[in-house]
């Protein structure tokens, strides 16, 4: 029996359409081997229940994907034990912390976003057409939001934001701006946590300081939570925003159904993180013993890669999944927060910060649509997220 060559992944960077590759893999490879953009070998997993089955089962782990000599997706760009960072905070005993500064109820931060969300569109609109609707709306909403939550300044904002530009690329060797990144941001966070006039989750760890219970945590790992939470919060909800305008622009049907009836849009969110294309690689878990997946024997050590997009477009798990259907009765079941041990824990705040963006935009902007041919954005390559480098828009 000939063995079939590596596929090279990931399949393509436009987030307008799904790539061809992933309904021919789920129908006939759903466990398929890859060749990553670091020149590994992995198993990529394209159906619903297998990739499921890798999220919830603890022989699948995250935390040894950083391990010296493993197979990677991509040079690292962050300190390896940051890559299990949840993992790290609970260990710390920081979890419930963290927690709480993610919960969407959290006094005045609903109305903090839809004041941040309306400011932002009258900006554009005072501007005029055309706009960039991810530079001059997504990306600041959503950087802004994490300010507060954080505590720091919104003036420091833009420098922040610099880093994720190299933080979560996808690169085949070491990007030497990585580490100037990291050790940036961490004084930075670090001068926070003696800066009285911080306030918010940062202001909550540096108390922490004080407290015999927590006397093993140094100031670089409090540091280590404010950066990844801004990192990994902005890039992701950014991300998905930015994502979701561009389906929301694809299905003009959505937009009229959701100006008609402002209710509708709670469930339009969880069909748009279901359809977007925003998770522009594999979620990796390296297994840790001999498994079965399907009807392939995972190796202990193999790398696996779960494709979201596989999965979120299963008819297996969503009949007529290419539809948009806001009365899918497993409307919440995709796996656009991951699952398992890592499932995201600001899902609650991810849906209300997408839900007073789209509310903000159907009030201010009803005509909204894009202002060049859908085929001309320019997608980002080599990066951990599918987003257009401008989104251009006229309303």
């Not at 540091?223 to 992701?236: L, N, R």
């Not at 927060?337 to 209300?352: E, Q, S, V």
Request: aromatic share 6%.
């Amino acid at each position: 029996m000939l063995t079939e060559a590596p596929l090279d992944f990931p399949f393509s960077w436009r987030g307008d359409q799904i790539p061809a590759e992933v309904a021919e893999l789920r129908a006939a490879s759903p466990v398929r081997r890859v060749r990553t953009i670091a020149g590994d070998e992995a198993w990529l997993v394209s159906s619903y229940e297998l990739c499921k089955q890798v999220l919830e089962d603890p022989r699948f782990s995250l935390k040894d994907t950083s391990a010296p000599g493993v197979p990677r997706q991509y040079a690292l760009t962050i300190p390896p034990e940051v890559v299990n960072n949840m993992g790290n905070i609970t260990g710390a005993g920081l979890r419930k912390a963290v927690l709480k500064a993610l919960n969407p109820k959290s006094p005045g931060l609903a109305e903090w976003m839809r004041s941040c969300a309306a400011e932002l569109v009258d900006q554009l609109i005072g501007e005029g057409a055309p706009a960039d609707l991810r530079g001059g709306f997504a990306d600041p909403y959503s950087a802004g939001m994490h300010c507060r939550i954080l505590g720091i300044p919104q003036a420091d904002a833009p420098r922040l934001m610099r880093s994720l530009d190299i933080a979560f690329m996808n690169s085949a060797c070491p990007v030497a701006g990585a580490r100037l990144n990291w050790d940036r941001d961490i004084a930075y966070m670090t001068e926070r946590l003696d800066d009285p006039a911080t306030t918010g989750l940062m202001a909550e760890l540096a108390d922490l300081r004080a407290d015999p219970d927590y006397g093993h945590l140094t100031d670089e790992m409090l540091a280590t939570v404010g950066v990844t939470m801004f990192g990994a919060g902005v890039i992701s909800t950014a991300g998905f925003l930015t994502m979701a305008l561009v389906s929301l622009i694809q299905h003009p049907e959505l937009h009229a159904r959701l100006l008609a009836d402002r209710t509708l849009v709670p469930a339009a969110v969880d069909e748009l993180l279901r359809i977007n294309l925003s998770i522009g690689d594999g979620l990796p878990r390296l297994a840790t013993e001999d498994v079965l997946l399907g009807e392939v024997q995972v190796k202990a050590g193999e790398l696996v890669l779960v494709l979201v997009e596989g999965a979120n477009f299963d008819a297996a798990a969503f009949p007529d999944p290419y539809t948009v259907d806001l009365t899918r009765e497993n409307s919440t079941a995709h796996l656009s927060f991951g699952g398992g041990r890592h499932y995201c824990p600001a899902t609650a705040l991810g849906r209300k910060h997408a839900e007073i963006a789209l509310e903000t935009l159907l009030e201010r902007m009803p005509g909204l649509r894009l202002a060049v041919p859908i085929e001309q954005l320019v997608w980002r390559t080599g990066f951990m997220k599918r987003i257009p480098e401008r989104l251009p828009i006229m309303w």
